[in-house]
């Protein structure tokens, strides 16, 4: 139902690479910038990527952003257990002249 | 510091009415919009809509349009949310976050309120 689209879940084992996709339209990812959010188990969504692929201050460079067309793509490298979380994209949609979310990847790090 | 401080949770019943509110630190609160988003229980994330308290622009989600209240009141750095009659579907944890319309960014989350409404 989601207007961007996300895989519900991922995974990998510590240490390895893992990527998120987040595919949408050219009326949001495709003629907007793409942000990316953690959430931790029970705690608030932080920024985690914005303008497609800047990381705030804080941010290690383990975790990365792209973006080709209508998808965007999180990476992270080096997993830690403590990257287990909840994973979302998000941009603006021109046509609903609001701001949109995919719907979540949860990862796993087995 | 940037910070966005929410209302404590809340507890209500079918029909009841509710304000929960967000206030801002840190930074100049009539210079950013502030976005209302929803999670409910086990699920993602969702825009509500978002208000510029410089003029009080506000745009809802088409969604949410007719179901809720944005408000804000800029001499007390603070924005609202409200309902006039809440059901067992609004549900749910609220939050606040500090939005960058150019760029789509939310680069602040308030920490929450979780709102539950129950007979």
């Known amino acids: 139902q989601s207007v961007l689209t996300q895989p519900p879940s991922v995974s990998a084992a510590p240490g390895q690479k893992v990527t998120i996709s987040c595919s949408g339209s050219?009326?949001?990812?495709?003629?907007?910038?793409v942000s990316w959010y953690q959430q931790l188990p029970g705690t608030a969504p932080k920024l985690l990527i914005y303008d497609n692929n800047k990381r705030p201050s804080g941010i290690p460079d383990r975790f990365s952003g792209s973006k080709s067309g209508t998808s965007a793509t999180l990476g992270i490298t080096g997993l830690q257990t403590g990257d287990e979380a909840d994973y979302y994209c998000?941009?603006?949609?021109?046509?609903?002249?609001?701001?949109?979310f995919g719907g979540g990847t949860k990862l796993t790090v087995l | 510091e940037v910070q966005l401080v929410q209302s404590g949770a809340e507890v209500k019943k079918p029909g009841e009415s509710l304000k929960i509110s967000c206030k801002g630190s840190?930074?100049?609160?009539?210079?950013?919009?502030i976005g209302w988003v929803r999670q409910m229980p086990g699920k993602g994330l969702e825009w509500m809509g978002i208000i510029y308290p410089g003029d009080s622009d506000t745009r809802y989600s088409p969604s949410f349009q007719g179901q809720v209240t944005i408000s804000a009141d800029k001499s007390i750095s603070t924005a609202y949310l409200q309902w006039s009659s809440l059901k067992a579907s609004d549900t749910a944890m609220y939050y606040c976050a500090r939005f960058v319309v150019v760029t789509a960014t939310i680069d602040f989350w308030g920490q929450g309120t979780l709102v539950t409404v129950s007979s």
């Open positions: 050219s009326s949001n990812i495709g003629n907007n910038y």
């Open positions: 840190g930074y100049s609160f009539t210079s950013y919009w």
């Open positions: 998000g941009t603006w949609d021109s046509s609903l002249r609001g701001g949109v």
